[in-house]
């Protein structure tokens, strides 16, 4: 059954050395009428051209570009939306390439869009299928520690200041009037900074409860003096980018001491973890320590080496 809503929205794909994965969202988006979107965007880095040549036979009617360099998930945000807002729509819908396709889910992000005034962002609520079904309580501001809640907890539709891009709508407008991506942050945090600009730009965001976008982001359990928690599981690499980005959004955004108390208490707690729990640890703390100080000295972009 058609929807007007989904009409004016871009489903927008990022890629990168994933072409399985993005052939069965593809598969399930045309399976699931597809068309009756504005637009079905991928968006890949260094490609071998294989994936166009399958979206090609198989005959969908995706606008599909591919970088010549690794555009990271900044660069690859910031091109989605930018894609996005030349077509004749009013919303983004951004996925990674393993991230979750539900028209119903879509279709109430818009709703809830539409309408509220100078919509910069629609969230859903985030079930966390690695860290026992929980879900990040509602971001409500910039620069604050991100707390959980337990399955069922969490049901306000509440206003907010950010969340992670995968599974969000965005708006256009706010696009077309010149609010951009930090695409030069290559990986991490761009969507907190996006969030931020928003903001400054008067636009509003929100995040609903009564959908979830199921995110399998990776965490892994452990214990301490008999509490059980989780941390992420991420290579030793992203520690560079974790750091240095923050340090760079907030030298970028201005926002004095609650930005500074943030980078402290994240390096503090990655040093914490790293040495209790993680594996390379002399590698994670190289790069956290390397992020801080590129971080300060203005070093933007890909890591040459990582």
Known sequence: MSNPSLARVV???????SDAQILASLTRIFAEG?????????VDSLSDGALARQIAQ?????FYENSNINLGSAGNLARRLELAASFDADWCFCINHDGMFDRALIAALAAKAVSESRVGAVYPRRALLDRANSSFKPITS???TVSHAAEGEDSEDVEVAWDSSNGALYGLAPVRSGVTIFKDLWQGWEDL???YQLREGGWNS????????????EYQPVRLLN???????KPPWLAYYLIRNIVLVVRRTG???VGWRFIAHRLSREVAFTLLFRTQKLLRLANLFRGLLDGLAGVTGQRRSQ
């Open 11 to 17: 489903v927008a794909i990022s890629a990168y050395r």
């Open 34 to 42: 597809g068309r009756s979107f504005a637009a079905v965007v991928v």
């Open 58 to 62: 198989m005959g969908w009617p995706v």
């Open 142 to 144: 910039f620069f604050a």
């Open 193 to 195: 900074a996006y969030g």
């Open 206 to 217: 929100y995040r609903l409860a009564s959908v979830a976008f199921i995110d399998d982001y």
């Open 227 to 233: 509490r059980s928690f989780f941390i992420t599981r």
């Open 255 to 257: 926002v004095g001491f």
